[in-house]
């Protein structure tokens, strides 16, 4: 079966460029998330979809960074304009159940984003 | 107080060793436990869940103890390919996965 899809695996940008991100969910599941990961903060969670409806976006750092889901099987992130603060892996992951439920999470590859 | 925590870490182990792991959680209501582990440059995958009776697969016994929420991770017999980071992940009905700050194992010849 195949994973959760992330493109592009790897992004390098200079600053003020607009960057986006996808995400292809596992076939079936209907929460997706979006992760940010560093190695000062960790695993942050952006935001969350279920039923493509954004239930969470709590953890979108500022107004630069939006997230969509027009349908079940794509997401995108997308950060206009982009700041070298905004270097880090980011994930997607989905999962199956109720607003996350109670059902593990499936991760994407990432994508490895570097602004210069 | 953070909603997860963990041991940091780093644990180094010879191969052969037994080692455990604890995660502490915060909130009560908490409903659902998993442990995942982490490559280093790769995405976190699911390694169990974690179910009220404990549960086992493996080299690996996971266990929940909710008067003390806290979870716990044994590995027995650890392998070099267990060298990893172990994240503890939380889910809250209504909230969501909250995931622990992990803790790196090196498992050493």
């Known amino acids: 079966d195949a994973g959760v899809i992330q493109s592009p695996r790897h992004e390098v940008t200079e600053m003020g460029q607009e960057v986006t991100l996808r995400c292809k969910p596992i076939?079936?599941?209907?929460?997706l998330f979006w992760y940010r990961q560093t190695m000062m903060r960790g695993l942050e969670l952006l935001i969350y979809?279920?039923?493509?409806?954004?239930?969470?976006d709590s953890g979108m750092p500022e107004d630069r960074f939006s997230a969509k889901m027009p349908n079940a099987s794509f997401s995108t992130l997308k950060i206009q304009p982009s700041e070298p603060r905004d270097s880090a892996v980011y994930f997607c992951?989905?999962?199956?159940?109720?607003?996350?439920?109670?059902?593990?999470?499936?991760f994407g590859d990432g994508t490895r984003l570097s602004i210069l | 107080r953070k909603e997860v925590e963990q041991d940091p870490g780093p644990f180094n182990v010879p191969e052969g060793a037994t080692v455990a792991f604890n995660c502490t959680y915060s909130?009560?209501?908490?409903?659902?436990f998993f442990w995942y582990r982490q490559d280093c440059r790769k995405e976190p995958k699911l390694l169990m869940s974690?179910?009220?009776s404990g549960n086992e697969d493996g080299r690996f016994t996971a266990q929940l103890n909710r008067a003390s929420q806290y979870i716990s991770l044994l590995i027995r017999d650890s392998k070099l390919s267990d060298s990893a980071t172990y994240l503890c992940?939380?889910?809250?009905?209504?909230?969501?996965?909250?995931f622990g700050p992990g803790t790196r194992l090196s498992v050493l010849p």
């Open positions: 992951a989905s999962s199956r159940g109720d607003r996350g439920g109670n059902q593990p999470q499936h």
């Open positions: 076939s079936g599941h209907n929460s």
């Open positions: 979809f279920n039923n493509n409806v954004p239930i969470d």
């Open positions: 909130n009560s209501a908490s409903q659902s």
């Open positions: 974690v179910y009220s």
């Open positions: 992940v939380v889910y809250n009905y209504g909230q969501n996965f909250v």
